[in-house]
């Protein structure tokens, strides 16, 4: 079991206190969720205990309250993307490191991957679970706009505690994590209430509804992960599938199931935990078949060589625009397959971009 979170504050462009809490020690990984979560901050037990108990070993876990929302300042005059992205900037700065990772989950993705384009020096790495580069009615498709339009006009009703509002929550929760039990529900549902109003709910969805990041996804060059439920009733597989296809070198993996945030009771949970530590921390990253290997070096050269072979590159364009020879360029691509172990150029780019060995464009 992780250590209790430590909670600090931290101020974002315009003056608003946000609330940070983190766990665990190693590099820091940033949990961006923008509104959503069924947790409070000081006390997760529903949707991010398990995240917690498997990355604190080995990362430094990252949560925050986003403006409007727990404790973070309440009242608030700006819910819109800018102001959201203002907002991450300022708790990556309060981490006082040189580049952190990011993990994006539901809304919170399109939040990531925006940042992570605009700020490529300060995010190493990119995680994304269960979200999207276009917002609901940016799909072109009628059937998601009218469910858009229905959502918005329920939301309000289900965030602010009234007599009904319990109707609605269960409404939304059930579709959240369809395979919960009633217990699980009802404890996601009880951290909802009083975590922010109904109105502040309805200013979130809009916004997260109108966005669309297609073009800073496809800016992206940091090495990045996506998952998605095949069954996600919040947001469809297909888009979680696009959003992988916009972002270059994007490693995409389905999970099995329909929790729109995975459940520490899932069964594809410990296969999609293993995928998530395995990328945060690639140089832990080793096989439970499989005896520790020597860890894997290649010469600045051959990695420089092996990230435009990734691109697609030939010997020959590779040659010239590092102004080597071809017979050279082969040279450098054998000693880098030799040192990761691989047969095939492919399965050379392929590891040694799990690994974290490839140069940053």
């Not at 539901?106 to 269960?130: K, T």
């Not at 969805?205 to 998952?227: E, G, K």
């Not at 439920?229 to 994007?250: M, T």
């Not at 832990?284 to 990695?303: D, E, G, I, K, Y």
Request: aromatic share 6%.
């Amino acid at each position: 079991m992780p250590e209790r979170a430590s909670i600090n504050f931290c101020t974002s462009r315009d003056g608003t206190r946000l609330a940070v809490a983190s766990v665990g020690d190693g590099p820091p990984v940033v949990v961006v969720t923008l509104h959503e979560g069924g947790d409070k901050l000081d006390a997760p037990t529903f949707a991010s205990r398990h995240l917690e108990q498997a990355f604190a070993e080995h990362v430094r876990h990252v949560r925050y309250d986003a403006r409007g929302c727990g404790m973070s300042d309440r009242e608030v005059h700006r819910l819109d993307f800018e102001a959201f992205e203002e907002d991450l900037d300022a708790v990556v700065s309060a981490l006082g490191t040189d580049s952190v990772m990011l993990f994006g989950v539901s809304h919170g993705g399109s939040l990531a991957v925006r940042y992570a384009a605009s700020h490529p020096d300060r995010i190493s790495r990119v995680m994304l679970y269960g979200t999207y580069a276009r917002g609901r009615r940016r799909r072109q498709d009628m059937a998601q706009a009218k469910e858009a339009q229905a959502i918005l006009d329920a939301i309000e009703v289900a965030f602010d505690d009234l007599p009904y509002s319990a109707t609605f929550r269960r409404a939304f929760s059930s579709q959240y994590w369809p395979s919960a039990t009633p217990a699980q529900l009802d404890i996601a549902e009880s951290f909802n209430v009083g975590r922010m109003t109904g109105e502040v709910a309805a200013a979130y969805t809009v916004a997260c509804f109108d966005i669309d990041v297609s073009d800073q996804a496809a800016q992206l060059r940091c090495p990045v992960l996506v998952l998605h439920a095949r069954g996600d009733r919040i947001v469809p597989f297909d888009e979680g599938r696009r959003l992988a296809a916009l972002i270059p070198g994007a490693r995409f993996v389905p999970i099995e199931g329909a929790s729109h945030v995975p459940l520490e009771t899932d069964a594809a949970w410990p296969l999609a935990a293993k995928e998530m530590v395995a990328f945060l921390r690639p140089d832990l990253a080793v096989s439970a078949s499989q005896p520790r290997q020597r860890a894997v070096a290649l010469t600045s050269r051959q990695a420089q060589v092996l990230r435009l072979v990734s691109k697609g590159q030939t010997d020959k364009q590779i040659a010239r625009a590092l102004s080597l020879s071809p017979r050279t360029v082969e040279m450098h691509v054998a000693a880098a397959m030799k040192a990761l172990g691989s047969r095939t150029r492919a399965e050379a780019t392929h590891l040694a971009s799990q690994q974290g060995l490839l140069p940053l464009d």
